[in-house]
């Protein structure tokens, strides 16, 4: 009976704690003594089972179970414990190469997103402080954003609560007509 001993830890725990959040290292020191305690296990155990006297018990048994005996011995040497094979290996290098595409993906757009802030970033910095800055230098900067003072005026401080209200609207000529009559026809009774 042969069996392979997997002892070794393919994990990076000193890249792991560079990279934990500080909130969460206690769980990963958990995890890395949890592991430890594991291989110390598997490493106190023999690498082989002992082995078996079988002669011992050929003469401890009864003449008619000789042959149990040696057919238990038979098998015990040919028995073999099937190690697993690593069937999900190419699969997770499958999924290794998608994500490592994803963060490629994601990065470039990241990148581009970055350069974006960067012009904007240059562009506010060569821009008039907003401190110094007129309404005219405003509508210059921010012609989108700007208030359009010739379809809908706005008074200093340009703030909604100063601006003046709108007027009620006008009633038609008709509307006057109709009101002039009925003061007419009050005013005859």
């Not at 490629?104 to 012009?119: F, G, L, N, T, V």
Request: one cysteine or more; charged letters at 35%.
């Amino acid at each position: 009976m042969s069996s392979k001993r997997v002892v070794t830890t393919f994990v990076k725990y000193s890249e792991l704690f560079s990279r934990c959040p500080k909130e969460q290292v206690m769980y990963l020191q958990q995890v890395n003594a949890k592991a430890k305690s594991y291989v110390e296990k598997i490493n106190s155990l023999p690498e082989e089972l002992p082995k078996i006297d079988w002669d011992f018990y050929k003469s401890k048994v009864r003449p008619e179970y000789v042959t149990m005996v040696e057919d238990f011995e038979k098998k015990y040497t040919e028995f073999q414990v099937p190690y697993p094979e690593n069937v999900y290996e190419e699969e997770f290098e499958k999924m290794t190469e998608e994500v490592k595409q994803e963060i490629c993906e994601y990065k470039a757009k990241s990148d581009a997103r970055i350069e974006d802030y960067e012009r904007k970033i240059c562009y506010l910095q060569e821009m008039v402080p907003y401190d110094q800055m007129t309404m005219d230098d405003f509508v210059d900067a921010f012609p989108d954003e700007a208030p359009d003072f010739i379809k809908r005026p706005t008074f200093w401080p340009h703030t909604p609560d100063e601006q003046i209200k709108p007027m009620p609207p006008v009633p038609s000529e008709v509307d006057h007509k109709g009101s002039k009559e009925k003061e007419l026809e009050m005013d005859s009774t």
